[in-house]
């Protein structure tokens, strides 16, 4: 016998249930969730609401911009390139020699003084750490002091996991192509003298990636004795367990190393490389006058039409020199009042209007 079914099955979900059966409902419940009988506040946009909304932001904003832009001006900071492609450069020596170390010196002068603490940066231009293959191309585990994959490297690394039938430590690409030029700073005394700037190399990496991210291998013996059976990457010169005689600061837990695995999202970016501590509060930490700057010249990128910079910086509250966030202000600000303004005659003028014509019928 053939089976029918009404409309309303179908707009119950379709034809009943088997006999027997507990009948199906798609129909959603009648509730006020459900059936969106929610009690909800919609605002009314009218002149009054939004026209004092323009100009309290602009009010806000235009005075914080004008903050941020001022404390950003007055950080001192200057910029040495070193790449050395112009060839009255210094450096310009170092493109065309094969032998490393390559020494050169650079002169510059101080035109005002910078106080405070100052940091000492390492710029690179044109050279893409966001690329997909290099950032992953490292391990972690690894990194974190993991003897099983001391020996045994992600195969994330490649073709940078293993050299000479060895595990490279550390593994990868980040790794293999680490900063590695020295730079040197001294001041020029009564024109003939100089005297060297002291560095500090400790306190330039992050708490967490030092004392959380960055492990040595476990073992009580020395350090070259727990990285035994492993190699240094290709592009280095020395093994990882050689970066610094202070213990405190050599293997994975070198703060030059951990700095550079903090890959950069930009092709042109900086990195912290010494920071120089302020000694006196009655003296400047950097006088005005004339410096000169030793470069141990070892890193090259002239292949890749790189550019290489030291830069000298202070800082403010904020951080380092960035007057974006100080214009990104005033920009916003300033817009907001201009509509303000423009919104109050448009709506001063056609108000009038309407209350005329009302008048008049």
Wanted: charged share 20%.
């Amino acid at each position: 016998m053939a089976m029918s079914y009404n409309s309303k099955d179908e707009v119950d979900g379709g034809p009943p249930c088997a006999p027997g059966g507990a009948a199906k409902n798609r129909r959603p419940d009648n509730t006020a969730f459900k059936q969106q009988r929610l009690p909800a506040w919609q605002p009314i946009l009218t002149a009054g609401t939004v026209l004092p909304t323009f100009f309290i932001i602009g009010l806000i904003f235009i005075p914080i911009g004008i903050g941020i832009f001022v404390t950003s001006n007055n950080i001192r900071e200057i910029e040495i390139d070193y790449t050395g492609i112009d060839p009255s450069s210094p450096c310009n020596k170092c493109l065309s020699r094969n032998v490393t170390p390559c020494i050169c010196t650079i002169n510059f002068t101080l035109e005002q003084s910078f106080e405070g603490n100052v940091f000492m940066y390492y710029g690179l231009s044109n050279f893409y750490q966001n690329h997909r293959r290099y950032v992953k191309s490292r391990d972690d585990s690894q990194l974190n002091g993991d003897p099983t994959a001391l020996l045994n490297p992600s195969k994330e690394c490649e073709p940078y996991r293993r050299n000479e039938d060895k595990p490279i430590a550390p593994c990868g690409a980040i790794a293999n192509s680490m900063f590695n030029d020295t730079l040197e700073l001294f001041l020029v005394v009564n024109g003939s003298f100089s005297t060297a700037i002291p560095l500090k190399k400790k306190g330039i990496a992050w708490w967490t990636d030092k004392n959380v991210k960055f492990r040595n291998p476990p073992g009580e013996g020395p350090l070259q004795e727990r990285f035994k059976d492993t190699t240094k990457p290709v592009n280095w010169v020395k093994p990882v367990y050689l970066l610094d005689s202070d213990q405190d600061n050599n293997g994975f837990i070198n703060e030059d190393f951990i700095v550079w695995m903090r890959t950069a999202a930009l092709p042109t970016f900086r990195k912290l490389y010494r920071i120089i501590e302020r000694k006196s509060d009655l003296h400047p930490t950097l006088p005005a006058g004339d410096y000169f700057l030793n470069i141990q010249y070892n890193y090259p990128v002239h292949s890749f039409d790189g550019r290489k910079r030291m830069i000298l910086s202070t800082i403010s509250w904020m951080g380092g020199k960035n007057p974006f966030l100080g214009i990104a202000y005033i920009t916003t600000g300033s817009i907001s009042f201009l509509l303000g303004v423009v919104l109050l005659v448009i709506n001063h003028k056609y108000r009038n209007s309407s209350n005329t014509a009302d008048i008049t019928i």
